[in-house]
C-alpha cells in the first residue's frame, strides 16, 4: 500500500497552480515546518517550565499571552518570512500586519492564529494553529499594505489548520477539497490520513459556552432549547460537546456532524472570534468539505472586513444544523 507525505502531495497539487511557480507550496512547508517545530514544544509542556504560564503581556484583543502563544508566533514568522514567498503575515497575537520589506517581490499574505486556545496547554487539552492565504492586492515590488490583508473568505487561495493533541494533524484546502495529514513523530513526517474530508450534513453535537446563553440573543437560547428537546429531527436530545479550542471543536464536528456557536454576546455584541484569522480560513474548510458557515444572517465567505482585528458572531458545521439556526435567528 502506498503511503503519502504531505510534501508529495503539496508537489502534485502545485501542478494546478501553475501561476503560482511553486510559491504556494513553499507557504504551505513553511507553515508545515512551523507546524513541528511548535508540535514539538507543545509535546514537552509538561517538562519544560520555560514555555509553561503565561507571558505576562496582553495581545491586541486585551487577552493574556501565554509563553507559548509568543514562541508560535515567532516560529510562524521566522518560517514564512525565511523564503521570500510572503510580502506580510497578520497575527492575532501582534497590534498590526508585519511587512517583510525585503519581500516586496512576493505576492502572498498570511493570516493566522498561531497558538488557538493556549490556556489550555496549562491543562493539556488540544490547541491548534489556523491559518488563511491571500495574494496581495497591492503592487507585487511594493511594501504590503492593509488592504492585502482586508479581503473577505472568497478570496483566500488556501486555509487550513494543525491541531495538536493526541495526535497532531494538518488540514488544509486550496479550493479542491479538505485533506487531513497526520505526523509521524518517529521521523517527523506528516502522512495524507484523511483523503477528501467531507462532513456530514446532519449531526448530533452541538458545541457553545452555555455559560453565556442568557446573555445571548432570544433565538439562539431557542434553538440551543431545540438542541436538548424531543422534539427536534432526532426525537431526542443532541449531545452537548464544548472544550473551549476552537480547532478542537471544529474538528470534531468536521468529522462526526455538529455544530460550533460563538453567537454575538450583551458583552461582546459583534461577537468574539475573529474574522480574518479564524472565522474565514475555517469557513473555507468546511465549505469545501460541505458544511456551512454563518454569522447568523450572511455567509463568512462575503463578509467584507474593515479591520485587522474585527469579530462576528459564528455559527459553522454540518449545513442542516447551520441552515436550522439561521431559521430560529430570523423568527
Not at 278 to 287: D, T
Amino acid at each position: 500500500m502506498s503511503i503519502t507525505t504531505l510534501g508529495e502531495f503539496i508537489l502534485e497539487e502545485q501542478k494546478d497552480f501553475p501561476d503560482s511557480s511553486g510559491e504556494l507550496s513553499s507557504i504551505l512547508s513553511s507553515i508545515r515546518l512551523a507546524g513541528k517545530i511548535v508540535s514539538n514544544q507543545i509535546n514537552k509542556a509538561g517538562l519544560a517550565q520555560h514555555i509553561m504560564g503565561a507571558a505576562g503581556s496582553e495581545n491586541i484583543q486585551g487577552e493574556a499571552q501565554q509563553k507559548l502563544d509568543v514562541y508560535a508566533d515567532n516560529q510562524f514568522i521566522k518560517a514564512l518570512k525565511v523564503r521570500g514567498i510572503v510580502c506580510g503575515i497578520a497575527s492575532e497575537e501582534n497590534d498590526d500586519f508585519i511587512a517583510f520589506n525585503e519581500n516586496n517581490d512576493a505576492k502572498y499574505v498570511v493570516m493566522i492564529d498561531p497558538l488557538d486556545g493556549s490556556s489550555n496547554i496549562d491543562v493539556n487539552v488540544s490547541v491548534g494553529t489556523i491559518f488563511s492565504v491571500c495574494k496581495r492586492v497591492s503592487p507585487v515590488g511594493s511594501p504590503v499594505e492593509l488592504r492585502d490583508f482586508l479581503q473577505p473568505g472568497i478570496q483566500q487561495v488556501a486555509a487550513g489548520y494543525i491541531i495538536f493533541g493526541s495526535s497532531t494533524m494538518l488540514v488544509y484546502t486550496t479550493g479542491k477539497g479538505v485533506n487531513g495529514f497526520t505526523l509521524d513523530p518517529g521521523i517527523g513526517v506528516f502522512f495524507l490520513s484523511h483523503p477528501a474530508m467531507k462532513t456530514p450534513k446532519n449531526g448530533k453535537i452541538y458545541s457553545i459556552n452555555e455559560g453565556n446563553i442568557k446573555h445571548c440573543a432570544d433565538g439562539v437560547s431557542e434553538y440551543v432549547r431545540y438542541c436538548q428537546s424531543d422534539q427536534n429531527d432526532l426525537g431526542k436530545p443532541y449531545t452537548g460537546r464544548y472544550i473551549g479550542s476552537l480547532v478542537a471543536d471544529f474538528h470534531r464536528n468536521l468529522l462526526k456532524g455538529g455544530i460550533y456557536i460563538y453567537p454575538s454576546t450583551k458583552e461582546a455584541p459583534t461577537g468574539k472570534l475573529r474574522l480574518l484569522y479564524e472565522c474565514s480560513p475555517l469557513a473555507f474548510l468546511i465549505e469545501q468539505a460541505g458544511g456551512k458557515a454563518s454569522n447568523g444572517q450572511d455567509r463568512i465567505m462575503e463578509i467584507q472586513p474593515t479591520k485587522l482585528h474585527q469579530r462576528v458572531p459564528f455559527f459553522i458545521g454540518s449545513v442542516n444544523m447551520v441552515d436550522k439556526v439561521e431559521g430560529f435567528l430570523d423568527t
